[in-house]
């Protein structure tokens, strides 16, 4: 049987909602990558007794228990002191530790601050982990055959903490199978849709199967211990389903649309209306998107549609600015005044306001337009103005992605 592993995040911008708990996430990926998945998470403020209470449970039930937040120099970073009382342990001054954190502050010119000091605190009998990305250290702390860790919350630390020292001791300590995932990523389909496709399908015991919903589009996620089994079924179902399968695992929509389009040796441009660059944003979030996206026009006001993307002023004032009509020409225009082999668009009304009886928010039509042929479309999403504007860009992507594989 694996280790059993709890998690703790500390501090109160984690249940006040200001925070999103990444790096309980995060750690749940990477635990389970090596074969040690999170047993339990518990999320507490920053206070001292309910600190020792998810310690007390977390101690007695799990061989490791891994703490996030608190660690810093201020007074409410409470972490360390308060797993120094739980554990009886007299906290030490480690010169090495203020050494380091000096040298931190010398680095960015810094004076530095004396409540500073309190960083190179540590408890008796526990080992620190050199943190060079931050000033706090990471703490262990180990006793018969349970461990602890504590470790920063700031995400970028607390990874580097984890990945240079925790891992390996992990790894060496608690050698097990990891975890296989293989994520099958759909679009245009369902969750229901798709579960009734795949209705007849016999799983395997060993193979588990998630539904993950997303913005727009679902994901499947098949994970357990044997990998052969995961990615068997994986390609069963993707075969299946292969109409709606656009990438896997840690692709996106634009880095599978990026691998497209270099390896066709096509070029595309972008006429964004109601996303306002949004899309313009995913397609040069990946590396290298100048290969073969020349560039787009945000087009918001309807003069900019027809001075730069030379849509009919007639075209507009019989369809609409959020019509496929308009789409076509917006797409048309911005492909030949950027030169590329595809122009795509989207206009759309995102809400909150704007919606009529036949064009109600979430309307938003889009269009692909090429040498050979313009195409367009309409959808209408559900959600508010921020989801209904993502999901407008993803699906142009996929669009894409879907018209430029169905010509291959
Ligand atoms: P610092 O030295 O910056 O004070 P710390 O160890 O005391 O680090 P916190 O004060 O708890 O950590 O949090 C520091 C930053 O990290 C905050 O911006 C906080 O929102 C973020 N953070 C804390 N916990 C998490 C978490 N579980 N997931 C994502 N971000 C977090
Ligand atoms: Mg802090």
């Given at each position: 049987?694996?280790?059993?592993?709890?998690?703790?995040?500390?501090?109160?911008?984690?249940?006040?909602?200001?925070?999103?708990?990444?790096?309980?996430?995060?750690?749940?990926?990477?635990?389970?990558?090596?074969?040690?998945?999170?047993?339990?998470?518990?999320?507490?403020?920053?206070?001292?007794?309910?600190?020792?209470?998810?310690?007390?449970?977390?101690?007695?039930?799990?061989?490791?228990?891994?703490?996030s937040g608190g660690l810093g120099p201020t007074d409410d970073d409470i972490t360390k002191?308060?797993?120094?009382?739980?554990?009886?342990?007299?906290?030490?001054?480690?010169?090495?530790?203020?050494?380091?954190?000096?040298?931190?502050?010398?680095?960015?010119?810094?004076?530095t601050p004396e409540i500073n000091k309190s960083q190179a605190i540590v408890p008796k009998?526990?080992?620190?982990?050199?943190?060079?990305?931050?000033?706090?250290?990471?703490?262990?702390?180990?006793?018969?055959?349970?461990?602890?860790?504590?470790?920063?919350?700031?995400?970028?630390?607390?990874?580097?903490?984890?990945?240079?020292?925790?891992?390996?001791?992990?790894?060496?300590?608690?050698?097990?199978?990891?975890?296989?995932?293989?994520?099958?990523?759909?679009?245009?389909?369902?969750?229901?849709?798709?579960?009734?496709?795949?209705?007849?399908?016999?799983?395997?015991?060993?193979?588990?199967?998630?539904?993950?919903?997303?913005?727009?589009?679902?994901?499947?996620?098949?994970?357990?211990?044997?990998?052969?089994?995961?990615?068997?079924?994986?390609?069963?179902?993707?075969?299946?389903?292969?109409?709606?399968?656009?990438?896997?695992?840690?692709?996106?929509?634009?880095?599978?649309?990026?691998?497209?389009?270099?390896?066709?040796?096509?070029?595309?441009?972008?006429?964004?209306?109601?996303?306002?660059?949004?899309?313009g944003k995913m397609i040069t979030d990946v590396p290298g998107a100048s290969g073969y996206?020349?560039?787009?026009?945000?087009?918001?006001?309807?003069?900019?549609?027809?001075?730069?993307?030379?849509?009919?002023?007639?075209?507009?004032?019989?369809?609409?600015?959020?019509?496929?009509?308009?789409?076509?020409?917006?797409?048309?225009?911005?492909?030949?005044?950027?030169?590329?082999?595809?122009?795509?668009?989207?206009?759309?009304?995102?809400?909150?306001?704007?919606?009529?009886?036949?064009?109600?928010?979430?309307?938003?039509?889009?269009?692909?337009?090429?040498?050979?042929?313009?195409?367009?479309?309409?959808?209408?999403?559900?959600?508010?103005?921020?989801?209904?504007?993502?999901?407008?860009?993803?699906?142009?992507?996929?669009?894409?992605?879907?018209?430029?594989?169905?010509?291959?």
């Open positions: 049987m694996a280790a059993k592993v709890c998690i703790i995040n500390i501090g109160n911008e984690l249940l006040l909602g200001q925070t999103v708990n990444t790096n309980l996430n995060w750690l749940g990926m990477e635990l389970a990558s090596i074969g040690l998945p999170v047993n339990k998470a518990i999320i507490v403020k920053d206070e001292s007794e309910e600190i020792k209470q998810a310690l007390q449970e977390a101690w007695q039930d799990n061989e490791i228990v891994i703490v002191k308060t797993i120094a009382e739980f554990f009886g342990k007299d906290p030490e001054f480690r010169p090495e530790i203020w050494e380091n954190v000096q040298q931190i502050f010398k680095r960015r010119n810094l004076e009998d526990f080992t620190a982990f050199e943190n060079k990305v931050g000033t706090a250290p990471g703490l262990y702390f180990q006793s018969r055959d349970k461990k602890l860790f504590a470790l920063p919350g700031v995400p970028s630390e607390l990874q580097y903490l984890f990945t240079g020292h925790i891992k390996e001791i992990l790894k060496k300590d608690y050698p097990s199978d990891a975890i296989s995932i293989r994520t099958i990523h759909t679009w245009g389909i369902s969750e229901s849709a798709l579960a009734e496709k795949l209705a007849g399908l016999k799983i395997q015991q060993d193979v588990n199967l998630a539904w993950l919903p997303q913005t727009g589009r679902v994901d499947l996620r098949l994970y357990g211990a044997d990998k052969t089994a995961i990615l068997s079924t994986a390609e069963i179902i993707s075969d299946k389903i292969h109409k709606y399968v656009w990438g896997y695992d840690g692709d996106s929509p634009a880095k599978v649309l990026q691998e497209f389009c270099l390896r066709k040796n096509v070029t595309i441009s972008l006429a964004e209306s109601c996303t306002g660059g949004l899309a996206f020349n560039g787009g026009v945000i087009s918001y006001h309807n003069a900019m549609k027809e001075d730069i993307l030379s849509v009919d002023s007639s075209v507009l004032s019989n369809f609409g600015a959020v019509s496929e009509e308009t789409a076509r020409e917006m797409a048309l225009g911005v492909r030949k005044l950027t030169k590329s082999d595809f122009g795509l668009s989207i206009t759309g009304i995102a809400g909150p306001e704007g919606g009529s009886p036949d064009k109600p928010v979430g309307t938003v039509c889009f269009s692909i337009s090429s040498e050979k042929e313009t195409i367009s479309k309409r959808v209408v999403f559900n959600g508010d103005r921020s989801s209904i504007r993502f999901k407008a860009a993803e699906y142009i992507i996929l669009l894409l992605i879907e018209y430029v594989g169905r010509e291959a």
